[in-house]
């Protein structure tokens, strides 16, 4: 079975300073990853994806995740953190076997931005 | 380009009536659909998926249940809301036997059960 695992629920970081979200996944087949973005109140929005290509993706509003068989780990980064970047963050892994296009979700991550 | 809808936005409901929240994709065909199901720090939880018209798959064994009449249509019902229900509900759709893509997602239904 796939599972992802965040830690640390809550995240707090200043103005300009590095965004570091931690996702660690369980797969016995290699896996989809992703990062979503959810906003007070709303859907959950792609930040970027893994799908065995490039290991370093790049995504939207400058985050950027590496994808470390290793390490089972695909943690979010952004060099320098802005105040939009409050929001809560879900790591997720796909189940590519079935093609369901399953979605299973750590926990989510809460985001302050420091001003 | 292709659009998820889900309604209403917020609802208030008492114990014990019926529940109902609709989703329609627009733009795109035979789409998987799902159901999530968002409580206060505690992620997401897949509640349905289905592949195809009156194609249900349940993962978590609950008060409620789903349906697909049409393609692009997934309906979350119930008939007797329990408290527990409360929470975020999310729709959303990715493109057929693609595991490897991305899913879409409604705006949400916040459901507060009193």
């Known amino acids: 079975a796939q599972s992802v695992t965040q830690l640390g629920s809550h995240v707090s970081v200043s103005e300009g300073a590095l965004v570091l979200l931690r996702c660690n996944y369980s797969?016995?087949?290699?896996?989809?990853l992703f990062w979503y973005v959810q906003y007070p109140n709303q859907g959950l929005q792609l930040l970027l994806k893994y799908t065995s290509a490039a290991t370093l993706v790049k995504g939207i509003n400058g985050f950027e995740a590496e994808f470390k068989k290793s390490e089972t780990s695909f943690h979010l980064t952004k060099p320098s953190a802005h105040m939009s970047d409050a929001a809560e963050y879900f790591c997720a892994v796909s189940t590519p076997l079935h093609n369901t296009g399953k979605l299973i979700f750590g926990q989510g991550t809460t985001l302050q931005v420091k001003p | 380009s292709q659009t998820i809808h889900q309604w209403p936005a917020t609802l208030v409901q008492p114990v014990g009536s019926p529940l109902s929240l609709e989703c329609t994709v627009e733009?795109?065909?035979?789409?998987?659909l799902y159901w999530y199901r968002q409580a206060a720090g505690r992620g997401l939880q897949l509640l349905f998926y289905s592949v195809g018209i009156g194609q249900i798959s349940s993962e978590v064994p609950q008060n409620l249940s789903a349906s697909r009449p049409q393609d692009r249509q997934f309906i979350l019902s119930s008939k007797k809301l329990l408290l527990s229900d409360s929470g975020f509900y999310l729709c959303?759709?990715?493109?057929?036997?693609?595991?490897?893509?991305?899913?879409?997602f409604g705006q949400g239904t916040r459901l507060t059960v009193v």
């Open positions: 959303a759709w990715t493109k057929t036997g693609q595991g490897r893509t991305e899913a879409f």
């Open positions: 797969s016995s087949v290699p896996p989809y």
């Open positions: 733009g795109t065909s035979n789409p998987n």
